[in-house]
T-cell receptor, first 107, second 119 residues
């Protein structure tokens, strides 16, 4: 079992819609979780981190963590074309990355 | 804040030569830096973890004699690809973790990456 698994996508959503990204992890002891965005040809940039169960909101982004079920998700509200990128879920301080979900927001 | 730079951004070299890539944390001190490699349309793969003043810890399958890592200061780590071959062509990305060590400090900040092409 891979340490971090993401729904592979690609995910296509219309502008203004909500994009929902999911990630599951195998190590029940993991404490810290990160969502990164990576544009084509660029390095990842941090969107959010979350440590506690529940929701964490930052602008149009909401991260949700459920440690009992070992999943973390990212919601992008009011999706914009500029949100089109690959989103990477990462776990722990020595980051283990998921394969990424490519999101395309259709204008 | 939390800016990480890499140099060079792009390098083309002949097979058999060595290439050095620098990773610098510009506005914070980083006890730990990480080196990743990313092939086209693939996720980032951790190559090694570099702690200031000590030997790097390499991930399984990564040849430590081929990918030399030096972390001589709290703001600089270097990756040297020795005797590079075409299969080493990839996007190499470093990241740095803030010295502060609190929960926020666990966050890694990525450099812009170095694209290596070995002919």
């Amino acid at each position: 079992q891979k340490e971090v698994e993401q729904n592979s996508g690609p995910l296509s959503v219309p502008e203004g819609a909500i994009a929902s990204l999911n990630c599951t992890y195998s190590d029940r002891g993991s404490q810290s979780f990160f969502w990164y965005r990576q544009y084509s040809g660029k390095s990842p940039e941090l969107i959010m981190f979350i440590y506690s169960n529940g929701d964490k909101e930052d602008g149009r982004f909401t991260a949700q963590l459920n440690k009992a079920s070992q999943y973390v998700s990212l919601l992008i509200r009011d999706s914009q074309p500029s949100d089109s990128a690959t989103y990477l879920c990462a776990v722990r301080d020595k980051l283990s990355f998921g394969a990424g979900t490519t999101v395309t927001v259709r204008a | 804040g939390a800016v990480v730079s890499q140099h060079p951004s792009r390098v083309i070299c002949k097979s058999g030569t060595s290439v050095k890539i620098e990773c610098r944390s510009l506005d914070f001190q980083a006890t730990t830096m990480f080196w990743y490699r990313q092939f086209p349309k693939k996720s980032l793969m951790l190559m090694a973890t570099s702690n200031e003043g000590s030997k790097a810890t390499y991930e399984q399958g990564v040849e430590k004699d081929k990918f030399l890592i030096n972390h001589a200061s709290l703001t600089l780590s270097t990756l040297t690809v020795t005797s590079a071959h075409p299969e080493d062509s990839s996007f190499y990305i470093c990241s740095a973790r803030d010295l502060m060590g609190d929960r926020v400090g666990e966050t890694q900040y990525f450099g812009p990456g170095t694209r290596l092409l070995v002919l």
